[in-house]
């Protein structure tokens, strides 16, 4: 009896043991972090490790690799700590194309390498499947909800029955990528469908441009949504008048006469803009995230202090937007545009922060006032006010277009020069504060660095940007290291992120649904639909941006249109030039 009871405490002494020694093993197995959709042959390969301490990966640990015929090791780098969490560093871009197995203790993942994977894999499904998704939804809507919700046409951009103008143009920029850098790996049929969708997109502009009249807000103002969202903002009219003057060109064969209407209304919104100047509005929030009837300003979205009081001037991003509008209105055969686009780049090239006025070390980029005491961020979205929708981050594409388009222009230099302190002064430095390269929300007094603190959700339709104008950054520059941020914002939506938890570890996966091994995230359940991504609190709600809460604490599942056209601008420089397979 005695020996029984031994054996059963014994037993008992074991089973605790194992229990504490597995939970201590659970805390600290270390997340391995790959492609899910897989990895371009041409570009940077990497797997990143993240683990709860320093010790999650021990030293002289190393990774097998096995695939076409050879087995190689590789040994992960620490790279810091960044975000609660330390992170490691595996560099695998000497793969040739294959299907790959990696060892890591006691992990075991698989990846493909193939040329031009991020393209072939996901542009169809991103562009024509999930827009003919959209167009049938919004006829869904009609029924029930009721007509209005589908009147003037467009894509239903979320997962509810929202088609804000902003989202539709940066798709409708996306989609005019693709038939401009690369066509030569479409199908006629498949651009003629990608025509066909522009038109869906720019036709609902076009009402919203209607409506903006017929309210009485203007001869060339555009209202943000229909129904429910009628006021005028700035960003909005900008980027609707950009999408008008390029579709103008792009739509000129296919359809001369939708072409021939899309300029009209692009001078329209131009000229109404350029002579009104910036719209203002209330629904901005306060310090503390609060929606206030006040100037419409989003202040928690930049760090500004409480009490503020937004300037009458431009924001900065909407001075880029307007540059490029008459850059695309002058590349249509309105000339005189030319000069609107050296006006505006000059307000704009105004606001860049000196190299003697730093902030925190950082500088090239700009200030979202030419009085305000802090920079521009990278994103501002949600609210109604004066900057919903704001959505392209420091897109400098016009004037990267402009220096090479007007390189015998006398501002030609300062064009470049201004790109160029930017590119090495902010946007590498910038990128390079994480071990993704990813791009961050932008510098806050007092806290330096953010780049998920203080979002209303994800902002995936920025990397997907940051990507495209870190291409154009490489191709003026042919610095690779620009191609590396280009990647690396990339593969954070193709499944090299941060991963959600899955029994005790992080575990990667695609944001774009329906493409990957394994992919996460949309409300719609459409595929190609990119969700909003990573963010540090609570999807649709604000926090003030802070540095003890900055990280990618939490995944926002809903998807966005916005989010697609970021990547196709971005996938469409990556095979840009290249010959179709």
Same mark, same amino acid.
């Given at each position: ?30 997340? %391995? ?34 695939? =076409? =015929? ?57 562009? $024509? ?5 959209? %167009? ?6 009609? %029924? ?21 103008? =902003? ?24 651009? =003629? ?43 909005? %009219? ?11 060109? !792009? ?90 686009? !050296? ?35 990278? @994103? ?32 030609? &230099?300062? @064009?470049?020069?201004?790109? &160029? ?27 330096? $660095? ?38 690396? &914002? ?92």
């Amino acid at each position: 009896m005695f020996t029984f009871y031994c054996l059963a405490k014994m037993r008992e002494l074991v089973c605790v043991f194992l229990i504490l020694l597995s939970l201590r093993g659970y805390a600290q197995t270390p997340g %391995v972090l790959f492609s899910r959709i897989g990895y371009d042959l041409s570009g940077e390969k990497r797997i990143i490790i993240s683990g709860d301490e320093k010790s999650a990966v021990k030293q002289g640990v190393l990774a097998e690799i096995v695939g =076409n =015929n050879q087995k190689t090791e590789a040994s992960p780098k620490y790279w810091g700590e960044k975000w609660r969490k330390h992170w490691w560093v595996i560099d695998i871009s000497d793969l040739k194309k294959g299907d790959y197995e990696c060892r890591i203790s006691e992990d075991t993942i698989h990846f493909s390498v193939k040329p031009d994977a991020l393209w072939e894999d996901t542009w169809k499904e991103v562009s $024509i499947v999930q827009l003919q998704g959209r %167009v049938k939804m919004r006829e869904e809507n009609s %029924v029930k909800m009721g007509p209005e919700f589908a009147q003037g046409g467009g894509w239903q951009d979320c997962g509810g029955s929202l088609r804000e103008t =902003n989202s539709h143009a940066t798709m409708l920029i996306g989609l005019m990528d693709m038939l401009e850098f690369s066509p030569n790996r479409i199908s006629q049929f498949d651009q =003629n469908e990608i025509r066909r969708q522009m038109i869906i997109g720019l036709d609902y502009i076009a009402y919203c441009q209607e409506k903006g009249k017929e309210l009485g807000k203007g001869e060339g103002a555009i209202i943000h949504e229909w129904p429910r969202h009628k006021n005028v903002i700035t960003g909005d %009219v900008a980027k609707g008048a950009l999408c008008f003057a390029r579709a103008s060109r !792009v739509l000129k064969d296919y359809s001369p006469e939708k072409a021939k209407e899309y300029q009209k209304r692009a001078v329209r919104s131009f000229d109404w803009l350029d002579e009104n100047g910036s719209q203002d509005h209330p629904g901005g929030t306060s310090f503390r995230g609060d929606v206030l009837p006040d100037d419409g300003f989003h202040r928690i979205a930049y760090g500004a202090p409480e009490g503020y009081k937004r300037p009458e001037e431009w924001m900065t991003r909407d001075l880029v937007t307007m540059t490029w509008t008459a850059l695309e209105l002058a590349k249509s055969g309105k000339k005189k545009y030319k000069k609107s686009a !050296v006006k505006y780049a000059d307000q704009l090239m105004a606001r860049q922060i000196a190299k003697d006025d730093a902030e925190g070390g950082f500088y090239g980029h700009f200030r979202v006032f030419s009085s305000s005491p802090f920079s521009e961020k990278a @994103w501002s979205h949600h609210h109604m006010g004066f900057d919903a929708g704001a959505t392209f981050p420091h897109y400098l594409v016009p004037l990267i277009e402009m220096s090479e388009l007007w390189a015998g222009h006398p501002k030609a &230099n300062s @064009w470049k020069k201004t790109v &160029n302190d930017f590119a090495y002064g902010y946007f590498l430095p910038a990128c390079n504060e994480n071990p993704f390269r990813l791009l961050p929300m932008g510098y806050f007094k007092n806290e330096g $660095i953010l780049t998920f603190s203080g979002l209303w959700h994800g902002m995936n339709g920025a990397y997907g940007s940051a990507a495209a104008l870190a291409l154009d950054l490489e191709k003026m520059t042919g610095d690779k290291q620009f191609g590396q941020i280009a990647t690396g &914002n990339l593969q954070w939506i193709a499944g090299l992120n941060a991963g959600v938890k899955e029994q005790g570890k992080f575990v990667s996966k695609s944001m774009i649904y329906g493409i990957g091994q394994e992919y996460i995230g949309s409300w719609t359940k459409l595929e190609g639909t990119i969700c909003n991504g990573f963010e540090s609190d609570r999807q649709f709600q604000f926090t003030e941006p802070k540095k003890e809460n900055d990280g990618p604490f939490v995944f926002t599942d809903e998807g966005w249109i916005t989010h697609s056209g970021g990547w196709l601008s971005a996938i469409s420089r990556l095979v840009r030039e290249k010959k179709s397979l």
